[in-house]
Structure formats: structure tokens, C-alpha cells
């Protein structure tokens, strides 16, 4: 059971440009919404996070945006690097996470 | 701090053969700790989650056991190995959230 949907499964954007990753999510009880980066060998790592009450977080050149009616939420990485390039996962998370299957993007630059 | 620390990095293994993978968390008290699988170039499976010692709960069937003998210590195994075990094996911790991922271990099963 697919509880969250990612898209798109791969990425390439210019440096400079700006990423945009989607997923959607089914259970409306989910409060925690997290994204991951992952490079090549390593684990994920956290990369930002929202929760369900807030529509909007911006880390740097990452943002969080949440629409919480629609049951979707974005990633948006704005002036993309080379850096950049890795697998991208979103999350939702209650008592346990629910990945999504995952982006990879990469930088051309 | 908190830091989690997994081992081996990588793995060749026959089938047929035994795994053990260890997977250790420094610096909190009691954990939820995970064990993960990803496929190349695929996403994250939950193989099993552990909220206490020698409490394991499995998400799916398979040829792997986990077990927890300690409170921050947390173990993957496997009596025979098959070809379809080979993947990148992720050990995760977390007090509430979000999850902390180790640097996982890269199983080929030859």
C-alpha cells in the first residue's frame, strides 16, 4: 500500500534553476512531513521538515511548500548546484514513516 | 550528540550463507530503531522497527530477523542467504521524530 506518491522519479535542471519535487499523501492523520537527501553510498539525511499547520518553510535555498487540502506537499530548491545532485524522498510520518520512492536529480552546470 | 554507527560498510556474501549486520546508537536512551532496505536506484522498504529491547515488529515476510538485546544495540540476520537479499541496508533511529539514518551497508549476495 503506497502511502505516498512521489514525483517526478528523475530530475534535471540546469544550475541555477530551480528543482521542484511533488508528493502526495492519503492519510489525513499524518503530521509530520520530512524530506531526505541522499548521495550516492550514504544514508538519507534530513533535509527539512513541516508539519500540517504551517504552509510554508524555507531553509536556505529549500522550500517546504504544504497544501493541506489538496494532500500534497513540494520541495522547491531554488539557484540548484552540481551539490544538489542526489536522490531526493519525501516522508509523512505518524507513529511510523512512509517514504515516497524517491527523485533523483541531478545539476547540469 | 546523538550518532548512529553500522557495520560492515559493504558485504560479499555467497548464498546460502549467514548475515549478521550490527547497527549501534550513542548518545540517547531508548530509541525506535529500524532496519530499511533500498534497492538499487529504488526507495526505502521498512523491514522491521523495535520501540524496546526485544520488542521487534516485522512489515513484511521474508528471509530476515532482527533482534534488539540491548537498549541502543540492534541486529539483522539471516540463517541462508538469497540472491534477492542483496541491496543497501539501512539502520535508522528516532525519539519522536524525524528518523536518523546511519551510513547503511551494501549486501551482495553472489
Known amino acids: 500500500q503506497q502511502q505516498v506518491k512521489q514525483s517526478p522519479q528523475s530530475l534535471i535542471v540546469q544550475k541555477g534553476g530551480i528543482s521542484i519535487i511533488n508528493c502526495a499523501y492519503e492519510?489525513?492523520?499524518?503530521?509530520?512531513f520530512p524530506w531526505y537527501q541522499q548521495f550516492p553510498g550514504k544514508g538519507p539525511a534530513l533535509l527539512i521538515a513541516?508539519?500540517?499547520?504551517?504552509s510554508e518553510k524555507k531553509e536556505g535555498r529549500f522550500t517546504i511548500s504544504f497544501n493541506k487540502s489538496a494532500k500534497q506537499f513540494s520541495l522547491h530548491i531554488m539557484d540548484s548546484q552540481p551539490g544538489d545532485s542526489a536522490t531526493y524522498f519525501c516522508?509523512?510520518?505518524?507513529?511510523?514513516?512512509?517514504f515516497g520512492a524517491g527523485t533523483r536529480l541531478t545539476v547540469k552546470p | 550528540s546523538q550518532t548512529i554507527h553500522q557495520w560492515p560498510a559493504t558485504l560479499v556474501q555467497p548464498v546460502g550463507s549467514p548475515l549478521s549486520l550490527e547497527c549501534t546508537v550513542e548518545?540517547?536512551?531508548?530509541?525506535?530503531l529500524y532496519w530499511y532496505r533500498q534497492a538499487a536506484g529504488r526507495g526505502l522498504q521498512l523491514l522491521f522497527y523495535?520501540?524496546?529491547?526485544?520488542?521487534i515488529s516485522s512489515e513484511v515476510p521474508q528471509n530476515l530477523s532482527a533482534s534488539r538485546p540491548q537498549d541502543r544495540q540492534f541486529i539483522l540476520s539471516s540463517k541462508k542467504l538469497l540472491l534477492s537479499d542483496s541491496g543497501f541496508y539501512l539502520c535508522?533511529?528516532?525519539?519522536?521524530?524525524?528518523?536518523?539514518f546511519g551510513n547503511g551497508t551494501r549486501l551482495t549476495v553472489t
Open positions: 535508522a533511529w528516532s525519539v519522536g521524530s524525524p528518523l536518523h
Open positions: 492519510n489525513t492523520a499524518f503530521d509530520y
Open positions: 513541516i508539519r500540517p499547520d504551517v
Open positions: 516522508a509523512a510520518s505518524l507513529n511510523d514513516m512512509r
Open positions: 548518545g540517547t536512551s531508548n530509541p525506535n
Open positions: 523495535s520501540v524496546g529491547i526485544g520488542q
